[in-house]
Nanobody, 125 residues
Framework: VQLQASGGGLVQAGGSLRLSCVAS????????MGWFRQAPGKEREFVTG????????YYADSVKGQFTISRDNAKNTLYLQMNSLKPEDTAVYYC???????????????????WGQGTQVTVSS
């Protein structure tokens, strides 16, 4: 299984970025897919994710209304659209996927077997 994330970079506060994650070797359509992030000196935290059916999206309270998760099953690609970025959004963002995760564990980093390499997002003030 490979999860290849891209799209990070340096952006000014108020700007936008779109992250992409291409999955291979994974049953993309029937896996829980999502994003976590880890800021310097902080624990890794859940950002957003799709249920296994792909019909339900979940968001951390801190990004609701600001970030949007989407997917293209034909391309096995997961996206994260990030708008109105703030300096506190600065972190390494990780794509995750796993066909065995249940919805109740979706927000738990320890539930996932498969992680992308991470892409750095830096928001300057």
């Amino acid at each position: 299984v490979q999860l290849q994330a891209s799209g990070g970079g340096l952006v000014q506060a108020g700007g936008s970025l779109r992250l992409s994650c291409v999955a291979s070797g994974l049953a993309f359509r029937t896996s829980v897919m999502g994003w976590f992030r880890q800021a310097p000196g902080k624990e890794r935290e859940f950002v957003t994710g799709f249920s296994r059916s792909g019909n339900t999206q979940y968001y951390a309270d801190s990004v609701k209304g600001q970030f949007t998760i989407s997917r293209d099953n034909a391309k096995n690609t997961l996206y994260l659209q990030m708008n109105s970025l703030k300096p506190e959004d600065t972190a390494v963002y990780y794509c995750v996927g796993d066909p065995t995760v249940i919805t109740s564990a979706l927000r738990s980093s320890s539930a996932y077997h498969y992680w992308g390499q991470g892409t750095q997002v830096t928001v300057s003030s």
